[in-house]
T-cell receptor, first 111, second 112 residues
Framework: QQQVKQSPQSLIVQKGGISIINCAYENTAFDYFPWYQQFPGKGPALLIA?????SEKKEGRFTISFNKSAKQFSLHIMDSQPGDSATYFCAVTGGYNKLIFGAGTRLAVHP | DGGITQSPKYLFRKEGQNVTLSCEQN?????MYWYRQDPGQGLRLIYY???????QKGDIAEGYSVSREKKESFPLTVTSAQKNPTAFYLCATSGAQTYGYTFGSGTRLTVV
């Protein structure tokens, strides 16, 4: 039972370009939507998160866009840099419950 | 300095051996989790514990065991029944009144 679907599986972007990763969920009870960033050999770290009462949240070059009616949310990385090359996971949860993770997207930003 | 300490960073196991991975936290978080990550793959939940002396199986609990005798500690034992244990193991915690997880830096287990 896959409650969150993440795409694409991998992504190659040129330096300075925009990286876009998408997630779709099924359960309308979810109320917290974080994105995690993981570098090779490290644990994931919280990058940015959003609640369903807003449609967009921006932190520096990172933006979450949230579409409640479509049950989708996406991560946009503006002016992508080689240092952004990592694996990105979306996640969902409802209440103070365990997170359900997407399958991950491997981003490579080429100079 | 609050955080999660996973040890060892690298671990080698011989066929038929049990090994225990350590996860210690000083964040005063109630819930703790163990995930397995295979190369290029996502995170799969092994076990989780929301309170001391209680834990639940995740999606891939077979061949693993845990204990939660203290709030700060949630060790994971990879038993000989786990036929393909080579993977990257991640411990995470979450607070009772907070959302999201804090992850440790992981233990890479290799069968030799």
């Amino acid at each position: 039972q896959q409650q969150v679907k993440q795409s694409p599986q991998s992504l190659i972007v040129q330096k300075g370009g925009i990286s876009i990763i998408n997630c779709a969920y099924e359960n309308t009870a979810f109320d917290y939507f974080p994105w995690y960033q993981q570098f090779p050999g490290k644990g994931p770290a919280l990058l940015i998160a959003i609640r369903p009462d807003v449609s967009e949240k921006k932190e520096g070059r990172f933006t979450i866009s949230f579409n409640k009616s479509a049950k989708q949310f996406s991560l946009h990385i503006m002016d992508s840099q080689p240092g952004d090359s990592a694996t990105y996971f979306c996640a969902v949860t409802g209440g103070y419950n365990k997170l359900i993770f997407g399958a991950g997207t491997r981003l490579a930003v080429h100079p | 300095d609050g955080g999660i300490t996973q040890s060892p960073k690298y671990l080698f196991r011989k066929e038929g051996q049990n090994v225990t991975l350590s996860c210690e936290q000083n964040l005063n978080h109630d819930a703790m989790y163990w995930y397995r990550q295979d190369p290029g793959q996502g995170l799969r939940l092994i076990y989780y514990s929301q309170i001391v002396n209680d834990f639940q199986k995740g999606d891939i609990a077979e061949g693993y065991s845990v204990s939660r005798e203290k709030k700060e500690s949630f060790p994971l034992t990879v038993t000989s029944a786990q036929k393909n244990p080579t993977a990257f193991y991640l411990c995470a915690t979450s607070g009772a009144q907070t959302y999201g997880y804090t992850f440790g830096s992981g233990t890479r287990l290799t069968v030799v």
